[in-house]
T-cell receptor, first 113, second 111 residues
Framework: DVKVTQSSRYLVKRTGEKVFLECVQDMDHENMFWYRQDPGLGLRLIYFSYDVKMKEKGDIPEGYSVSREKKERFSLILESASTNQTSMYLC????????????FGPGTRLTVT | SQQGEEDPQALSIQEGENATMNCSYKTSINNLQWYRQNSGRGLVHLILIRSNEREKHSGRLRVTLDTSKKSSSLLITASRAADTASYFCATDANTGNQFYFGTGTSLTVIP
């Protein structure tokens, strides 16, 4: 079974802190994604990556950056956390460009105070 | 935005009844997928239907796709309490590996 893990289930940070959310998949998937999920808004794509060191902006990249130094790991970085970044963050991966079924991690519920 | 919308936003039924939820989207697609999310957890893939298919079955799930109306429906037959979850549709919008999720339907199955 594909396993996608996220570094924390719950995280509380203060405004202005730099926050790292990490995602690791163990099935050699090429593409990885970061979403945020908010009530009434569904899932919105922040960034995705189709290869090591490659990244593409999604619909809401402002205030976020990403890093993919190794194929299995995709990190989401909040350079200076703000209260409007309080949300559920979900990581997902797919095997490659001709694949569609996404495998999701359990999510990180981030609260910024 | 390509983001889809599910309808209804919330649905409550008795165990054993059927549950139907709908998804509408805005642009042409290669395929449409349905996912389930249990409370506070990640999403789990349920079923994929391609744009040239009209209906697909998987166990108690039946999905239909009407590309002329840009809509899809998910039917869960003989519902169980364990089906209580949120259900999301996702499309790829012919843009490669970027996926657009709807806002979700929250299903409650009462034992």
């Amino acid at each position: 079974d594909v396993k996608v893990t996220q570094s924390s289930r719950y995280l509380v940070k203060r405004t202005g802190e730099k926050v790292f959310l990490e995602c690791v998949q163990d099935m050699d998937h090429e593409n990885m994604f970061w979403y945020r999920q908010d009530p009434g808004l569904g899932l919105r794509l922040i960034y995705f990556s189709y290869d090591v060191k490659m990244k593409e902006k999604g619909d809401i990249p402002e205030g976020y950056s990403v890093s993919r130094e190794k194929k299995e790991r995709f990190s989401l970085i909040l350079e200076s956390a703000s209260t409007n970044q309080t949300s559920m963050y979900l990581c997902a991966s797919i095997p490659g460009p001709s694949s569609y079924e996404q495998y999701f991690g359990p999510g990180t519920r981030l609260t910024v105070t | 935005s390509q983001q889809g919308e599910e309808d209804p936003q919330a649905l409550s039924i008795q165990e054993g009844e059927n549950a139907t939820m709908n998804c509408s989207y805005k642009t042409s697609i290669n395929n449409l997928q349905w996912y389930r999310q249990n409370s506070g957890r990640g999403l789990v893939h349920l079923i994929l239907i391609r744009s040239n298919e009209r209906e697909k079955h998987s166990g108690r799930l039946r999905v239909t796709l009407d590309t002329s109306k840009k809509s899809s429906s998910l039917l869960i037959t003989a519902s169980r309490a364990a089906d209580t979850a949120s259900y999301f549709c996702a499309t790829d919008a012919n843009t490669g590996n970027q996926f657009y999720f709807g806002t979700g339907t929250s299903l409650t199955v009462i034992p």
